[in-house]
């Protein structure tokens, strides 16, 4: 009988590789490899690895563009850290301003992440709709701004979509009080929201932010695709001008 290997080594690197793969070849190099692994009585790790979803073509695009587009990535998660920051300091009545350019520059790194996506589809020869782009930037803004996908975005190791928290690490900051908050009348001390107000207002404002950013994002795609498409049927129209004077010309 075969030697059972006690590990099997370089797991971490068997898991990089695992996501590097075409999206074709995920399903089998995954049950292989979670194969090996219970041969070698790793029976635990055998069943996460098994119990890995095969990504979606929008996480699958993401996790390629963390590999291919490394510098671009990381410049995206650090805006989205200095916009989750600014959030925070907004919330607590400073810096209100700062909120402001680090939305342009989430937006604009949030922009050239995306175009590189749609590259990426094509040279992949993968339709690059509307909808699947949508999802990639969707799971990008997400992923940027929460540390903990965060650090798989950057290895492109990204398991699923991230559905946005609207920053809801934000959502436990309360705005400290202020001497003047102190030093107010009981009246208005009751009159001040509790904890889970605050929280919920939070939340509240958080995922309206998130939506104008979504819209904003869409509006700008949409004028795009109107200008592309303005311009095709300036060019069909001038192609149909043409036609019909050969026509008239062809009848004389």
Same mark, same amino acid.
């Given at each position: 009988m075969p030697t059972r290997l006690?590990? !099997?080594?370089?797991? +971490?690197?068997? %898991?990089?590789?695992?996501?590097? %793969?075409?999206?074709?070849e995920?399903?089998?190099?995954?049950?292989?490899?979670?194969?090996?692994? /219970?041969k070698a009585g790793q029976t635990d $790790?055998?069943?996460r690895v098994r119990a890995l979803?095969?990504? =979606?073509?929008?996480?699958?695009?993401?996790?390629? %563009?963390?590999?291919?587009?490394? +510098?671009?990535?990381?410049?995206?998660v650090e805006s989205g850290t200095r916009l989750r920051d600014a959030q925070a300091k907004a919330l607590r009545g400073t810096a209100a301003d700062d909120v402001r350019d680090a939305t342009a520059a989430e937006r604009a790194s949030l922009r050239k992440?995306? /175009?590189?996506?749609?590259?990426?589809? =094509? +040279?992949?020869?993968?339709?690059? #709709?509307?909808? #699947?782009?949508? /999802?990639v930037a969707s799971t990008l803004r997400a992923a940027a701004v929460e540390p903990d996908a965060a650090s798989l975005l950057t290895a492109g190791r990204l398991p699923d979509e !991230?559905? =946005? =928290?609207?920053f809801a690490a934000l959502a436990a900051m309360a705005p400290p009080p202020s001497a003047r908050r102190r030093g107010a009348a009981r009246k208005a001390e009751e009159r001040k929201p509790n904890p889970g107000q605050i929280r919920k207002l939070e939340a509240r404002a958080e995922k309206l932010a998130e939506r104008a950013? +979504? %819209? $904003?994002?869409? $509006?700008? /795609?949409?004028?795009?695709?109107? #200008?592309?498409t303005r311009e095709r049927a300036d060019e069909a129209r001038a192609e149909a001008d043409a036609a019909a004077r050969e026509l008239r010309d062809a009848r004389r």
């Open positions: 006690a590990v !099997v080594p370089e797991l +971490d690197a068997e %898991l990089e590789r695992l996501y590097g %793969l075409p999206l074709e995920f399903t089998g190099a995954r049950n292989e490899l979670a194969t090996r692994l /219970r $790790a055998a069943e979803r095969k990504p =979606s073509v929008a996480v699958w695009t993401v996790n390629q %563009l963390a590999r291919r587009h490394p +510098d671009e990535i990381e410049e995206l992440a995306t /175009r590189l996506a749609e590259e990426l589809l =094509s +040279d992949e020869g993968r339709p690059a #709709t509307p909808a #699947t782009l949508e /999802r !991230v559905e =946005s =928290s609207g950013a +979504d %819209l $904003a994002e869409r $509006a700008e /795609r949409a004028e795009a695709v109107a #200008t592309e």
